[in-house]
């Protein structure tokens, strides 16, 4: 429980981020309490967008929200090295390894050895069928996420497209973490 209201997991999202944001204020008043929310914020938007892609929109084309998005890196960019999609889908290569294990027995991709001497240097295609999944799930996925951003304006997209491409950048950045307490 947050204090001595409502057990935590009874709580709405909302309400739950501003318990969370006023209690580590509490308990730590020299942290920024706008950072915790807009980061606790974040995370949830980002787990709740996956969550709801994969049950919507890929769990009934056989494949997790990863396999989607190693799908449409392959989609964009094939032939690709299978060392680069991990990167690129912003999975780990064990990850990437699995779910290419799965689309490979689905027949979505076939991968194929690059290298006489280097065993891991893999290139990765698209099946025919795997691109016609691909340009399908493309459109449903679509279709998903312009309906979450219709809340927003054609201005208040593009300046949330803004932001969020700084705080990227700058996550993206070498650490320059100050010490904690």
């Given at each position: 429980?947050?204090?001595?209201?409502?057990?935590?997991?009874?709580?709405?999202g909302a309400e739950f981020r501003a318990r969370a944001v006023r209690t580590t204020q509490e308990r730590?008043?020299?942290?920024?309490?706008?950072?915790?929310?807009?980061?606790?914020?974040?995370?949830?938007?980002?787990?709740?967008?996956?969550?709801?892609?994969?049950?919507?929109?890929?769990?009934?084309?056989?494949?997790?929200?990863?396999?989607f998005?190693?799908?449409y890196m392959i989609w964009l960019t094939e032939p690709v090295e299978a060392?680069?999609?991990?990167?690129?889908?912003?999975?780990?290569?064990?990850?990437?390894?699995?779910v290419l294990s799965t689309l490979e027995a689905a027949r979505l991709v076939v991968r194929r050895q690059?290298?006489?001497t280097d065993r891991r240097l893999?290139?990765?295609?698209?099946?025919?069928?795997?691109r016609a999944a691909v340009d399908e799930?493309?459109?449903?996925?679509?279709a998903l996420e312009s309906d979450w951003f219709s809340v927003l304006n054609s201005a208040e997209q593009a300046q949330l497209q803004d932001m969020l491409e700084r705080v990227l950048t700058r996550i993206d950045r070498p650490a320059e973490t100050p010490a904690a307490d």
């Open positions: 429980m947050m204090g001595s209201q409502t057990p935590a997991s009874d709580v709405p730590r008043p020299d942290v920024d309490p706008r950072a915790i929310a807009l980061s606790l914020t974040l995370a949830r938007i980002a787990a709740t967008h996956q969550h709801q892609s994969e049950r919507l929109v890929h769990r009934e084309r056989g494949w997790s929200y990863s396999g998005r190693v799908l060392r680069d999609l991990a990167r690129f889908a912003g999975v780990s290569r064990q990850t990437t390894s699995t690059t290298s006489k893999v290139s990765v295609r698209l099946t025919p069928r795997g799930a493309i459109g449903a996925q679509n």
